[in-house]
Structures are given as C-alpha cells and as structure tokens.
C-alpha cells in the first residue's frame, strides 16, 4: 500500500502568520490527493481536492499544491478557527490511506 | 442537504459483532460511492472499505478483510457496516464518507457524523 508521511507532526503559529504543511507519498499518486481539517469531536472536512482544487465553501486562503510524490498544503494568514489537525489521503490506488496527520497550535 | 446520518454509539464485548448504519438523503443514493474509515482514540484516520451503492459491490482493505461486511438497502438508501469478532483495537468512532464526484476513487466530500464503538469486557 502507499504510505503517506506528513510533516511536520506539529506546527505551532502565530494567528495571521502563514502555515505550510508537507505530505509525502511513497509512490506517485499523480494529483489524486486529498486535504482535510479535523477539529476535536468532529468529522473531517475536506478542503482540497485533486491536489489544488479548493472544495465548496473553502476560504481562499487555503492553497494545495503538488504533483508525483510531494503535496503543500498552504494556509495564507492563520484565523483562529484554523488551529487542527490536518490530514493528506492519496485517491489514486486501493487501499486509499491518510498520513499520520499534522496539528497546527497557536504559538 | 446532502447529508449523512449514522446509528448510535455502541458498547460490545470481545468477540461480538456490531453493524453501524448510514443513511443518505439529499442526493441520489446510488450516485456516489460510500466508504468506510474508522479513527482510535487519539489516533489517525484509517480506511476500512467501499461500497457502490448501486450494484452493491464491494472493496475491503485487506485488514479487515473476513472479519467486515458492508451492505446497503437502496430502497431506505442506508450502508451497513458489520465488523465481527471485535477485539480492543476496534474500540473507535466509525465513519461513512462519500465523494461526490461519482468516483471510486475520490476524495470525500460528505461526512458521517461518526459512530463510537467501544469493545470491553
């Protein structure tokens, strides 16, 4: 299976500083690859698709980008609502898997 | 809306079986493919499986293969999601997740609101 590896485990940030956040994968997942906010006690949200395409209703100042192997997922100015826990899924083979996750404090 | 909405949490003792339920509505049950991922205790994200609604197939990973079984009824557009012979390792909240892209391989767009399975003797 494709493992995933995100960095760094955590990240701690000042609010209106910006965020960037590394996934990993140990095969080319071409752009099938997936952001998702988690906050505690909730469901993941997804916030990017297909490597760069923000899903609907997501703030502009979350960016994905990448391709292959490597994926950025960028948060412009950090709002207070922004500190989670972020994942990557690859979408590209069965069975799909997430990293290991990446958690954004306040500094 | 498009919403997905899962059975309650559940409390079994080793070696039982639990069967979660999801229901769709706001959209076409059959349109869009249902997976299964389940989260420990203070851990991460980890896929279990897939079902197309419409013809019922199925995907499992391969760790939970034997031991999970999904299934839907189209007709009160619901997924099922049975694990037998739990263990402690299976205590977790449990998620259905669809895309809405109508891809198997896709990202998810739709969450369930989670189950919480809790395996103790």
Redesign the interface.
């Known amino acids: 299976?494709i493992v995933m590896t995100q960095s760094p485990a955590t990240l701690s940030v000042s609010p209106g500083e910006r965020a960037t956040l590394s996934c990993r994968a140990s095969q080319s997942v071409s752009s099938?690859l997936?952001w998702?906010q988690q906050k505690p006690g909730q469901?993941?949200?997804?916030l990017i698709?297909?490597a760069s395409t923000r899903?609907?209703g997501i703030p502009a100042r979350f960016s994905g980008s990448g391709s292959g192997t490597d994926f950025t997922l960028t948060i412009s100015s950090l709002e207070p609502e922004d500190f989670a826990v972020y994942?990557c899924?690859q979408?590209?083979?069965?069975?799909?898997?997430?990293?290991?996750?990446t958690k954004v404090e306040i500094k | 809306q498009v919403q997905l909405v899962q059975s309650g949490a559940e409390v079994k003792k080793p070696g039982a079986s639990v069967k979660v339920s999801c229901k769709a509505s706001g959209y076409t049950f059959t349109s869009y493919y249902m997976h299964w991922v389940r989260q420990a205790p203070g851990q991460g994200l980890e896929w279990m499986g897939i079902i197309n609604p419409s013809g019922g197939s199925t995907s499992y990973a391969q760790k939970f293969q034997g031991r999970v079984t999904m299934t839907r009824d189209t007709s009160t557009s619901t997924v099922y999601m049975e694990l037998s012979s739990l263990r402690s390792e299976d205590t977790a909240v449990y998620y259905c997740a669809a895309g809405l892209r109508g891809m198997a391989a896709d990202a998810f767009d739709i969450w369930g609101q989670g189950t919480m399975v809790t395996v103790s003797s």
Request: with cysteine; glycine share 12%; proline share 8%.
């Open positions: 299976e099938n997936a998702y469901a993941p949200r997804l698709y297909g899903a609907t994942y899924q979408c590209d083979t069965s069975p799909w898997t997430f990293g290991q996750g």
